[in-house]
């Protein structure tokens, strides 16, 4: 069971940048779907990027494309999100989470079920 700890969170004006990093502890990221999760106040759980740690196949939230980059170093067994263009709309807690289910859609939040503590990205105008 892999144990994702995230790190960056913070406080950015609209349009800034900021990187996320996730590590793991325990067993390896290998063969786990890893990806970040986000979760607004009063909404539900939203689907962000995940990576397949295997092949670095990539998926991304059709609201995020174009300004977010999801990538791995493999020898840190490290994820990142890097994240541009921020929008208010960004705010939220940012969940690194695995999953070894390989049949279900990256984008398919319940079946992640490791999870992180979560770190806070708050987007200000």
């Known amino acids: 069971q892999v144990q994702p700890v995230e790190s960056g969170g913070g406080l950015v004006q609209a349009g800034g940048s900021l990187r996320l990093s996730c590590g793991v502890s325990?067993?390896?990221?290998?063969?786990?779907?890893v990806g970040w999760v986000r979760q607004a106040p009063g909404k539900k759980r939203e689907f962000v990027a995940a990576i397949r740690w295997s092949d670095g196949s990539i998926s991304y939230a059709d609201s995020v494309k174009g300004r977010i980059i999801i990538s791995r170093d493999e020898a840190e067994n490290t994820l990142y999100l890097q994240m541009s263009s921020l929008k208010q709309e960004d705010t939220a807690v940012y969940y690194c989470?695995?999953?070894?289910?390989?049949?279900?859609?990256?984008?398919?939040?319940?079946?992640?079920?490791?999870w992180g503590q979560g770190t806070q990205v708050t987007v200000s105008s």
């Open positions: 989470a695995a999953k070894m289910d390989a049949s279900s859609a990256p984008n398919n939040v319940d079946a992640y079920r490791s």
């Open positions: 325990g067993r390896t990221f290998n063969y786990y779907f």
